[in-house]
Nanobody, 121 residues
Framework: VQLQASGGGLVQAGDSLRLSCAAS????????MAWFRQAPGKEREFAAS????????NYANSVKGRFTISRDNVNNMLYLQMDSLKPEDTAVYYC???????????????WGQGTQVTVSS
């Protein structure tokens, strides 16, 4: 499956942003999908995941209550709604696909190219 992330940008603290990830290739609905992020000078970290049918979601504590992951299996799209953004949310955000849920990036074999999110204070 090929993944293409988009929707990043420069926003102010407290603003909202919605990231999108378009999938093509093998059947999108068979994959667990996730968002990871990597801040400058830091390792890539898990942000959120969603199961194949969207029934279960999981969030990192740092984004829980502010971010919402969702998917559209008809149009092969993954989303991340980010509300109440903070400067510490500044990072490159990556969408990823894998066979089963988890916070470990090694669970995911397919990655998008990343989209930059910058939150100013």
């Amino acid at each position: 499956v090929q993944l293409q992330a988009s929707g990043g940008g420069l926003v102010q603290a407290g603003d909202s942003l919605r990231l999108s990830c378009a999938a093509s290739g093998r059947i999108f609905s068979t994959y667990v999908m996730a968002w990871f992020r990597q801040a400058p000078g830091k390792e890539r970290e898990f942000a959120a995941s969603i199961t194949q049918n969207g029934a279960r979601t999981n969030y990192a504590n740092s984004v829980k209550g502010r971010f919402t992951i969702s998917r559209d299996n008809v149009n092969n799209m993954l989303y991340l709604q980010m509300d109440s953004l903070k400067p510490e949310d500044t990072a490159v955000y990556y969408c990823a696909a894998g066979p089963f849920p988890g916070w470990n990036q090694h669970n995911y074999g397919y990655w998008g190219q990343g989209t930059q999110v910058t939150v100013s204070s």
